[in-house]
């Protein structure tokens, strides 16, 4: 039976030029990462803020933030201008609600680290408080926080059974690269998938590895 086409976020896009390329292969969405404590692909918030404004049409803008206190998530994305918040590091439910009083019809998307089976209660819990959950690799409980880029694939057994469970549209993310995401979307049956280092050579985005991302994500989201 046939499915609908996932959704595609294109992440780490350093550029204007990258988020055109990204959408002329029909990403669905791109991430620009604010200062991280580790991982690939950080910019600066001029940079955020050029892209996001000259964003193409349709492609929503993804600003990717460490920050927990949300009267600062909310400066920030405000500055930046982007359509939405991927939060990569645990905020407790009354800050997710705060950000929904700070930033109206500004997306919420709270990033869930796949580690075991309690991630997938917190992913559960978390749903009906945000828009999306991403569903990527790393461990916020090391002395420096991995709070995603970290090009692991985790256990998409749990990552299935979050799809099956949470109350709202779910990425996955973690690893993904040509060679294996349409594995991925077999196996976990996510909205969308989320790729970074997977679709670059030395840092930067490689039209050929895109073209093979979005053409194996196609054949992976159906059937």
């Not at 988020?19 to 918030?45: K, N």
């Not at 559960?124 to 990527?136: G, T």
């Not at 990425?171 to 997977?198: E, M």
């Amino acid at each position: 039976m046939s499915q609908r086409k996932p959704a595609v976020k294109i992440c780490c896009i350093g550029s204007p030029e990258e988020a055109a390329l990204a959408a002329r292969h029909g990403a669905t969405a791109i991430g620009l990462v604010s200062a991280m404590p580790s991982g690939p692909g950080v910019i600066d918030d001029a940079t955020i803020r050029r892209i996001a404004a000259g964003a193409p049409r349709g492609v929503a803008t993804f600003l990717l933030t460490s920050r927990t206190d949300p009267e600062e998530i909310a400066a920030q994305q405000r500055k930046a201008g982007a359509d939405t918040l991927q939060l990569v590091d645990r905020l407790a439910p009354d800050a997710l609600r705060s950000l929904r009083r700070l930033l109206p019809g500004v997306s919420l998307v709270q990033v869930v680290h796949v580690r075991g089976e309690h991630s997938v209660e917190e992913a559960v819990a978390v749903a009906p408080l945000v828009d999306a959950v991403m569903l990527d690799s790393g461990d916020p409980d090391l002395a420096v926080r991995q709070l995603g880029g970290t090009g692991r694939v985790h256990d998409w057994s749990h990552s299935r059974r979050i799809v099956d469970r949470a109350d709202c549209p779910v990425y996955l993310a973690g690893g993904l690269r040509p060679t294996n995401v349409a594995a991925a979307l077999h196996a976990v049956r996510p909205f969308g998938v989320d790729v970074c280092s997977g679709v670059r050579t030395d840092g930067r985005l490689d039209e050929r590895l895109l073209r093979r991302f979005m053409r194996e994500a196609r054949c992976g989201g159906s059937g």
